[in-house]
């Protein structure tokens, strides 16, 4: 799951949404690595190996010429991994006979970004020179590991949550002809600024200005730093309504916050959540959103403090899409905040149609 999520789940004020590591899973799943060799940063950096760690369901169809036609991509967001997707809330209502991504009809990948769970990341040994990765990175390295690594050359849909959302429209740019469909949710084409800038600023200015953090070669992790950063993400992953219904009193707010310090820490490695949150400083697709070709379902929650629709940013974006419907969920029993990405009966009917309507 992603940071923003895990923080909000060790609270108990919504559900998890990965099922434990004690829990095997319920689906027939496949996990493996890819090494590309020699992979080049857009920075210049180069890193001879680059781990790229996946998550595989289903099997992969081919036509007469030998090519995939059923694969789908899931993104995950900032600090999860393909793990995530097999969540009880994800997996039991899209994989199942005759849900939208029945397993037995599709080949669906879930791959670990850079800097992410089991791919390559600074934690690994190299710390603070560790390359500085991107989006742009991190698209190109799924590029590689589909193509190079599973033979994959076009997606029947690429679905992404929260940084994989964001990772969809630089597919939809960049690989424009790569799939059929692309499905974002939670977030927004454009340069992150405002809000959104200033609670990733605060956090990556914590760690970094930290003295524990020691220029990224830390004995020990710098637990100032990441108590303010796990702050920071519980009230960025936050869901209003959810919150207040859990926490009505002003004592069970502070219980809550004395339970949570007196947990044991679930803290990230401070590089690797450094480097993941920094991973967004040049996003912007908004300048090319007319190269995108493919048909986009794009869904955002009416309660997504990252994404608030009161911005007023989503409407006239999605109008510059050749093909493009953009929903708004409301707020209701189903939404989740910024984490309604991944409680799919919130919105897994709109995933059946855009299927539905690049089928072939």
Known sequence: MSILTRVI??????????????????????????????????????????????????????????NVTNAV???????????????????????????????????????????????????????ARFPQYDYDDMVAAQHVLLTEGLKVR????????????MHSFVWGETYPDFMDALMPMACLPVQIAGRNRL???????????????????????????????????IIAGSAPVAMQRTLPTRDAVDKYIADREGRPGTAPD??????????????????????????VMWINSADDFINPPELGIAEPESKRLRNGTFVLLPISEKTHGHGTHTWAVAWKD???QILKQTAH
């Not at 493996?32 to 680059?50: I, M, N, Q, T, Y």
């Open 350 to 352: 709109y995933m059946e």
């Open 199 to 233: 609670w990733r600023k605060l956090l990556m200015d914590a760690i970094r200005k930290d003295p524990d953090w020691k220029e990224g070669e830390y004995k020990e992790e710098p637990v100032r730093a990441l108590r303010t950063a796990q702050d920071l993400l």
């Open 270 to 295: 401070a590089n690797d959540l450094l480097y993941q949150v920094n991973a967004s400083r040049n996003y912007d697709p908004s300048p090319q959103l007319e190269k995108i070709t493919a048909p």
């Open 154 to 165: 076009h997606l029947r849909l690429i679905f992404g949550t929260s940084m994989g959302c």
């Open 9 to 66: 789940a060790v609270t108990a004020i919504v559900l998890p949404l990965c099922a434990s590591a004690q829990e095997a899973p319920k689906y027939p799943v496949s996990e493996s690595d890819f090494v590309a060799h020699d992979f080049k940063f857009r920075s210049g950096e180069p890193l001879s190996e680059l781990r790229l760690h996946y998550w595989t369901l289903g099997a992969p169809a081919r036509d007469a010429k030998g």
């Open 73 to 127: 991509l899931l993104l995950h967001g900032t600090g999860g991994s393909g793990k995530q997707f097999l969540a009880p809330q994800f997996a039991d209502e899209l994989y199942g006979p005759g849900q939208p991504l029945d397993i037995s009809h599709y080949f669906i990948i879930a791959a670990d970004g850079i800097g992410h769970g089991q791919s390559s990341k600074p934690s690994d040994g190299m710390h």
